[in-house]
């Protein structure tokens, strides 16, 4: 069975700083990892996504995430943090090529992003 | 194009009454996934539908149930409502094409109280 691990339940960055969220993960197989973002009252919004290839995954409003396999990792970053990224991040995994409507989600770290 | 669109977006019942929540996903789409979101459990995956047929279910009990139309338009349902069910239901809808890689369009949500 596949499962998430979102270490952080906060993360609180000045904005223009660096931002990083933490994922960690446990698949059998080739994982699938994504990353997504959910603002208060609203669904989840697509980031980016790990299926093969390049280790460095570029996603929406200039975030990017790196996957590290032997470390299972999957953590999210952006160079340079807004106040308007601040929101719930969830980090996700499938371990299954042929049914990509089942993800298992990691329990999302809150991230503060303060002027 | 239209993005997911659930409805009713708010709504309460009393323990013991039945709740249709409905789904209908980004036109082309034929997979429909549902979510559960509550404070205590995160993001729990409850079922899937592809073409009309459940393709995955989730740890949930019978009093759960879903369906997808020939359209791809899904409902799901949820009879004698306990006070746990208070939650944010997501619906989520992918073209589940080979290419794609499981990205996944998430709706508003449907948030139900239980009193």
């Known amino acids: 069975a596949q499962s998430v691990a979102q270490p952080e339940d906060q993360v609180n960055v000045a904005e223009g700083n660096p931002l990083t969220v933490k994922c960690t993960y446990s698949?059998?197989?080739?994982?699938?990892l994504f990353w997504y973002v959910q603002y208060p009252n609203r669904g989840l919004q697509f980031l980016l996504k790990?299926?093969?290839?390049?280790?460095l995954v570029k996603g929406s409003y200039g975030f990017e995430a790196e996957f590290n396999k032997s470390q299972t990792s999957f953590h999210l970053k952006k160079p340079s943090a807004l106040v308007s990224d601040s929101a719930l991040y969830f980090c996700?995994?499938?371990?299954?090529?042929?049914?990509?409507?089942?993800?298992?989600f990691g329990a999302g770290t809150q991230v503060v992003v303060t002027p | 194009k239209a993005g997911v669109t659930q409805t009713p977006r708010y709504l309460i019942k009393t323990r013991g009454q039945q709740v249709t929540l409905s789904c209908s996903p980004i036109?082309?789409?034929?997979?429909v996934s549902w979510y559960q979101q509550t404070p205590g459990q995160g993001l729990q995956f409850l079922f899937e539908?592809?073409?009309?047929?459940?393709?995955n279910k989730g740890n949930f009990p019978g009093r759960f149930s879903g369906r997808q139309f020939s359209n791809s338009r899904s409902e799901m349902n949820v009879s004698t409502l306990e006070l746990g069910d208070s939650a944010l239901y997501l619906c989520?809808?992918?073209?589940?094409?080979?290419?794609?890689?499981?990205?996944?369009?998430f709706g508003e949500g449907s948030r139900l109280t239980v009193l």
């Open positions: 989520a809808s992918s073209f589940l094409g080979g290419a794609e890689g499981g990205e996944l369009f």
């Open positions: 698949v059998s197989g080739n994982p699938y």
């Open positions: 790990y299926i093969t290839g390049d280790n």
């Open positions: 996700a995994v499938s371990g299954q090529t042929d049914s990509w409507g089942k993800l298992q």
């Open positions: 036109s082309g789409h034929r997979s």
């Open positions: 539908y592809f073409s009309e047929t459940q393709r």
